[in-house]
């Protein structure tokens, strides 16, 4: 059984920091993509940034150059470090991984989801 366990969320103000964190755990094998997206009230999930297993990245339009996300394949984490924050970046955010759990069984895996309120 995989489990994502996720951290970091929080109360912000416009301008501010938080950084997220994403830990997987239990019987994997190996993880390819790791991601973030994002929810915010009466809205659609969306994409907000994925890396893959050799480091390369996407991000949406709305959190270049704030966003950096960043991943540790020993430590099956991956991270959003967010810059600049904006009151649009309120959501819940989850993570996502495509996880292997066998040599030749994947699934896609989600966090339970963390909020992150920008306000003043």
């Known amino acids: 059984q995989v489990q994502l366990v996720e951290s970091g969320g929080g109360l912000v103000q416009p301008g501010g920091s938080l950084r997220l964190s994403c830990a997987a755990s239990?019987?994997?094998?190996?993880?390819?993509?790791m991601g973030w997206y994002r929810q915010a009230p009466g809205k659609q999930r969306e994409l907000v940034a994925t890396i893959n297993r050799g480091d390369s990245t996407n991000y949406a339009d709305s959190v270049k150059g704030r966003f950096t996300i960043s991943r540790d394949n020993a430590k099956n984490t991956v991270w959003l470090q967010m810059n600049t924050l904006k009151p649009e970046d309120t959501a819940v955010y989850y993570c996502?991984?495509?996880?292997?759990?066998?040599?030749?069984?994947?699934?896609?895996?989600w966090g339970q989801g963390t909020q992150v309120t920008v306000a003043s």
């Open positions: 239990g019987s994997l094998f190996s993880i390819n993509a």
């Open positions: 996502n991984m495509q996880i292997w759990t066998t040599i030749n069984v994947r699934y896609d895996y």
